[in-house]
């Protein structure tokens, strides 16, 4: 079965680090990859999107890695800030769009 | 421009009792998207419409949950009748739809978080 894995529950930081998060997958060959952002009470929002034949995407300090045969995405946000603080998660396809669990990030001043 | 509306946002409930949850999508939005979200979890798709067509609803349980997207703007979710399990978060997605092979993006509203007692 289709399986989305996100590396860890919880990243805690420091200001001005860079947060990686990772985003595995198995028994799929999505044609989009994105990452949302989604605060406490709200809904998630959308950050960035991949497509299958791309394999780095960058918007300001937000950086996408999509490798297709390690079926694995990376996410950096650079210079964190604690505005960043929230709860991340990568989802594949489009229409029928699969979310991973999240990763819970903290950046601490 | 108004995102996605939801209403209510919070709900608590008995078990056993109905329970309604409510969908306005972006304007001209054709596509609407109904998610279940458990705590530390992704959301799940549980229906997705085109205009007034459900085109996937193999994620809802049909025995209790229920939708409705009448004249393909708003959509009504349904359970009935609620059990413990139901407690989540509900959200509700839309997006404008433009074919099959292109990426379409979806825009959430705040959620409906059910509380079944």
């Known amino acids: 079965s289709q399986k989305i894995e996100q590396n860890s529950e919880a990243l805690n930081i420091q200001e001005g680090k860079t947060a990686t998060l990772t985003c595995n997958y198995t028994?799929?060959?999505?044609?989009?990859l994105q990452w949302y952002r989604q605060d406490p009470g709200r809904g998630p929002v959308f950050l960035l999107l991949i497509r299958e034949n791309e394999k780095e995407k960058r918007k300001e300090r937000l950086k996408v890695t999509f490798d297709t045969t390690l079926k694995q995405s990376l996410f950096h946000i650079t210079a964190s800030q604690p505005a960043d603080s929230a709860t991340y998660l990568c989802?594949?396809?489009?229409?029928?769009?699969?979310f991973g669990a999240g990763t819970r990030l903290t950046v601490k001043p | 421009e108004a995102g996605v509306v939801q209403s209510p946002r919070y709900k608590i409930i008995e078990k056993k009792q109905p329970v309604a949850f409510w969908c306005n999508p972006i304007s001209g939005h054709n596509t609407l998207y109904w998610y279940l979200q458990n705590l530390g979890q992704g959301p799940e798709l549980l229906i997705r419409?085109?205009?007034?067509?459900?085109?996937?609803d193999s994620q809802l349980p049909k025995d209790r949950f229920s939708a409705e997207r009448l004249k393909g703007v708003d959509s009504t979710l349904k359970i009935q009748p609620a059990e413990l399990g139901d407690s989540a978060v509900y959200l509700c997605?839309?997006?404008?739809?433009?074919?099959?092979?292109?990426?379409?993006?979806?825009?959430f509203g705040p959620g409906t978080r059910l509380t079944v007692l």
């Open positions: 989802a594949l396809g489009s229409n029928d769009m699969r």
């Open positions: 419409y085109e205009n007034e067509e459900a085109v996937d």
């Open positions: 028994n799929y060959s999505p044609a989009y």
């Open positions: 997605a839309s997006s404008l739809y433009s074919g099959q092979s292109s990426y379409n993006e979806q825009f």
